[in-house]
């Protein structure tokens, strides 16, 4: 009971933001995704990532062990997810980029500010800078059908990233304005992802749901047993062992939607399917995994 409970106040919250997002755009009310999308990814994103890295006291050996824990997991996410596509024959382009790559931004960092606090946020941040690399990479390339992956070297989440990383490694401090001012920026990227995936679902044109439902499913089987295994095999602690298992388990992302309708427009409504599906299966499957690993 005390379990349930305490999952059920980490999760709440996150899915109550979300429901606020979707009840908005139902009652008519104008919410420029764009706009906010991009707030996010160019502004307040980089900056939760920024002081967060700066700010973590992880030790050092635990923060490689999860980031290279990370790399292999989505490593091996994609190879798994590679062959499966194979198998099954589904088209590559429209299916191996969303089962890859989970919603560890909107969903992912509240889940683990909630549970873990600011250490977890920390071991998150890490997880989500490391997907973003890959999906502004590889992503882009599987969906897009080829592309320059230099692109990514124009992305404020990265430098961000880099930066952090730099400042974390050398104990380097922002004067404290700076650090309370990219503090306060940082803090709208949270509440602000968790509305706009609500009102990214509210406004989605989903099809082939059967289809979706049991990806979806598969999806969260095989990114919870992957990451769980690569825990393990790293002897991850308590915390970052369960940041990277519920960060890889995150339902498909908004971004695989936007990516899609901006590359393969004629496969959007596909992959709303499935960021629709998989999104309604995390309210239940993402307190399941949370109650497995707390």
């Known amino acids: 009971m005390n379990i349930a409970l305490t999952v059920l106040e980490i999760v709440a919250p996150v899915f109550l933001l979300a429901a606020?997002?979707?009840?908005?755009v139902r009652l008519g009310f104008e919410y420029r995704v764009q706009f906010v999308t991009r707030l996010s990814?160019?502004?307040?994103?980089?900056?939760?990532i920024f002081v967060a890295l700066m700010e973590t006291e992880i030790d050092p050996a635990v923060l490689t062990a999860i980031s290279l824990a990370s790399v292999v997991a989505y490593g091996l996410i994609t190879v798994v997810f590679a062959v499966l596509v194979a198998v099954l024959?589904?088209?590559?382009?429209?299916?191996?980029?969303?089962?890859?790559?989970?919603?560890?931004?909107?969903?992912?960092l509240p889940l683990a500010l909630f549970a873990?606090?600011?250490e977890g946020l920390g071991f998150a941040v890490v997880v989500f800078a490391i997907m973003a690399i890959w999906s502004f990479t590889f992503g882009i390339w599987i969906v897009a059908g080829g592309g320059n992956p230099l692109r990514l070297l124009k992305e404020p989440l990265l430098g961000a990233t880099v930066l952090g990383a730099l400042f974390l490694w050398q104990d380097w401090q922002t004067p404290t304005f700076v650090t309370n001012t990219l503090r306060l920026i940082g803090q709208m990227a949270i509440p602000l992802m968790l509305v706009t995936l609500g009102v990214a679902v509210a406004r989605l044109h989903p099809r082939g749901l059967g289809r979706a439902f049991a990806?979806?499913?598969?999806k969260v089987v095989l990114?919870?047993?992957?990451g769980w295994g690569v825990g393990v095999w790293f002897g991850l602690g308590p915390v970052p062992f369960a940041v990277l298992v519920l960060q890889v388990a995150t339902p498909v992302a908004v971004t695989s939607y936007l990516i899609a309708e901006k590359y393969a427009?004629?496969?959007?409504?596909?992959?709303a399917g499935l960021v629709v599906m998989s999104t309604l299966l995390s309210v239940v499957a993402l307190p399941v995994t949370l109650?497995?690993?707390i």
């Open 20 to 24: 606020i997002g979707y009840v908005w």
């Open 41 to 48: 990814m160019t502004l307040s994103i980089p900056c939760l």
């Open 89 to 108: 024959r589904l088209d590559r382009g429209l299916y191996l980029s969303p089962l890859i790559f989970g919603n560890t931004g909107n969903l992912g």
């Open 116 to 118: 873990f606090g600011d």
């Open 215 to 218: 990806l979806s499913v598969v």
């Open 223 to 226: 990114c919870v047993a992957i």
């Open 265 to 271: 427009p004629e496969a959007a409504d596909a992959v």
């Open 291 to 293: 109650a497995l690993v």
